[in-house]
């Protein structure tokens, strides 16, 4: 077993029984159930708009190539400089090049999951820089020094207590349980680093290849502030970002708000073409975009799955899914958790050490059912399972398979099995689950049904 | 070669095998095997729906004035815009001053245009306009920021300001108390037709900015209860005549 799955499992068991930790997270995703279906009934047809939303991201994802060199120089017409980075630790110093030749000191951010996926912030304080988090979530965990639980909801995990403590903490405020209270005390602390900060960093939700702009996706009013104070703007996104066209996002931005959080639409849906432009009052003088492969053209290589390459990333597979619910996001131990991220971290991160994530599922389908762009999840999961047996096959279980075959395939040798498992029946059942029985892990946690006391042909033949 | 010419071909090789098309459950093309080049049978471009047509899955806006306007002060109690539709021009600068002398506002920033020059004269408050750049510390100390928009959306309450004709970029977003003026035939029905007033209005001259805006600043990062003001305006306000 990978260190990996090892973890997973230690997490799993311990988390899962955190009535706490299982209250919150079903209050919170109960209110976005509630407010989704709200925002859902009022589509005419919710399912026309997911196929529709499904063909363009099949279309952006099957031309890839054409609409990114589109997109590249759409932004560079405009004087932005846009930076191609095929692997991590590239996108990692071409970032930390630019931060290094502005002479920055003090860098806002805002919510960006491919900067997680780099490891950004630590490689940034490591070179000296102070790096704030400007999302109140992402400000929440930067200050606990931990990952973001969620990919849209990154402190879902979290009591307005605990939060109160955290800022007592850390920033020396005032114990509160108002939610409107914590927020102005953020919202203070941020205030004076918009000012500050040299170098803003976002992310992006699209990449618009017809007119060469990212659209930016938020409720809070932080990436606005990050991308107009600061001199220098920084934004970082993977190159499966590609929409074809400026009016793909009259679907694509209430797909991606109702989906991920119950709203028509989010607050702030921002599209940014260059830097500052003659004439204009105010934003950063230099605009940098960072396009990042990292290993997402492996994925891309992978015709199956390469519909995991639509994801917009809302989040909504997450809060369906059972296992989620139940093990909570940190227990992945990966950047993107959920079904979505089950599917393609064994691509991104190989799949020996993380297939174990394409079995922690029931396969109920439900991430399917919810995907606003209609990803073939759960089949995904099960492919990346047959994938992972494909390229290391376990001997004890395909000599366990043939073994079976041989006897289903014999009557004889069959109806000796079933007599067989009458008698041993009584003892099966004392020992199912104890360490003396030899398929413990399976049988600790589920029930066999009893063996018949009498096979459906000895039935018939009494019933005569 | 370097690395933009490295990942587009790492691209092209990729997609030199067709994916099955989405709905079809890992099928490609029916039941026959992927064949190499099969790709063109679908030229860029194409959907079996077009984009446009997607409006009419969509939430509704509306298609007379009256339904606009309804269905836009609907989408703005639930966002918590203040929204106030007034018959003049003169009776919306009188609101302006109401609400200015409610909320004490000592300095107010705008951004040169003849809508908002009429409202800030009849205002009489100090005022910072951003035209051709500010110091961002004044702009922080004013109590509201005065824009006009490009076009309002029924269908989901939103507004689109944008970075060269509504005062910059921080204008409409730093201020706690975001107040909007616009004309009646500035709403339009949906995202749809929005973006394609956008494009009318700054064709091949894009601002380097435009922002969707759909209520007050907000966040639900805290146990998922609405708060308003999380970075962006506590308060957004939109007076149309
Ligand atoms: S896979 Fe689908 S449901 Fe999950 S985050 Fe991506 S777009 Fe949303």
Known sequence: ?464 | MNARERILARIREALTVPAPKPGSHGHVHGSHPPHVGSQDAQPIGFRNRPVHEARAWLPKGGTTPAEHLARFAAASSELKTDFRSVDSEAEAHAALRRIADDEGWRRVASHHHALTDAAVAALGRTALFTDGGYPPDDLEACEAGITTCDVLVAQTGSLVVNSRTSGGRALSVLPPHHVVLARRDQLVSDLTDAFERVEALHGRQWPSMISLVTGPSRTGDIERILVLGAHGPKKLTVLMW
Request: hydrophobic share 40%.
């Open chain 1, 1 to 464: 077993m990978s260190i990996a799955a090892q973890q997973f499992l230690e997490a799993a068991g311990s988390i899962t029984r955190n009535l706490r930790h299982r209250g919150l997270i079903q209050t919170a995703l109960r209110k976005y159930e509630a407010a989704r279906d709200r925002k859902k009934s009022a589509f005419n047809d919710w399912s026309a708009a997911r196929q529709s939303a499904a063909e363009t991201k099949w279309d952006a994802i099957n031309h890839l190539d054409t609409y990114l060199a589109e997109f590249a120089s759409k932004l560079e017409a405009r004087g932005t400089k846009v930076h191609w980075c095929p692997t991590e630790p590239e996108a990692r110093d071409t970032i930390r090049g630019i931060i290094r030749d502005s002479q920055a000191r003090c860098i806002v951010k805002s919510k960006a999951m491919t900067a997680e996926e780099i490891h950004l912030n630590e490689a940034l304080e490591k070179d000296g820089f102070e790096v704030v988090e400007s999302d109140l979530g992402e400000f929440i965990v930067q200050l606990r020094q931990e990952p973001p639980y969620h990919i849209v909801f990154p402190a879902m995990h979290l009591t307005r207590d605990e939060i109160s403590d955290l800022f007592e903490r850390e920033l020396g405020s005032d114990p509160t349980r108002e939610p409107e209270e914590l927020t102005m005390i953020a919202r203070r602390a941020l205030r004076r680093k918009y000012l500050q900060a040299d170098v803003g960093i976002t992310g992006a939700n699209f990449a618009i290849a017809e007119t060469g702009m990212v659209s930016i996706t938020e409720n809070e009013g932080n990436a606005r502030l990050t991308s107009a104070l600061p001199r220098v703007m920084v934004t970082l996104l993977g190159i499966e970002k590609v929409l074809p066209k400026l009016e793909d996002l009259a679907l694509f931005l209430p797909l991606l708000a109702t989906a991920g959080a119950g709203q028509t639409v989010t607050g702030y849906n921002t599209l940014y073409g260059g830097p500052r432009q003659p004439g204009e009052s105010d934003g950063p003088v230099e605009w940098h975009v960072v396009l990042l492969d990292n290993r997402r053209t492996e994925l891309l290589a992978d015709p199956e799955q390469r519909d995991a390459l639509h994801c917009i990333r809302c989040g909504a597979c997450l809060n369906v899914c059972p296992i989620f619910r139940n093990v909570g996001g940190h227990t992945y131990g990966t950047t993107y958790s959920g079904p979505v991220g089950s599917v393609i971290t064994p691509h991104l991160r190989g799949l020996q050490d993380w297939k174990h994530l394409s079995n922690a599922s029931s396969l109920c389908g439900a991430c399917t059912e919810a995907c606003p762009v209609k990803i073939d999840l759960h089949h995904h999961l099960l492919q990346n399972r047959r994938n992972a047996v494909g390229d290391a096959p376990s001997w004890i279980e395909r000599v366990a398979w043939r073994a079976h075959a041989f006897v289903v395939n014999t009557p004889a040798l069959y109806q000796f099995a079933q007599e067989v498992g009458r008698i041993v029946e009584p003892l099966r059942r004392r020992l199912q689950g104890t360490p003396l029985d030899p398929a413990q892990s399976w049988t600790r946690t589920r029930d066999l049904p009893p063996v018949a006391g009498e096979s459906f042909k000895e039935w018939w033949r009494n019933r005569r």
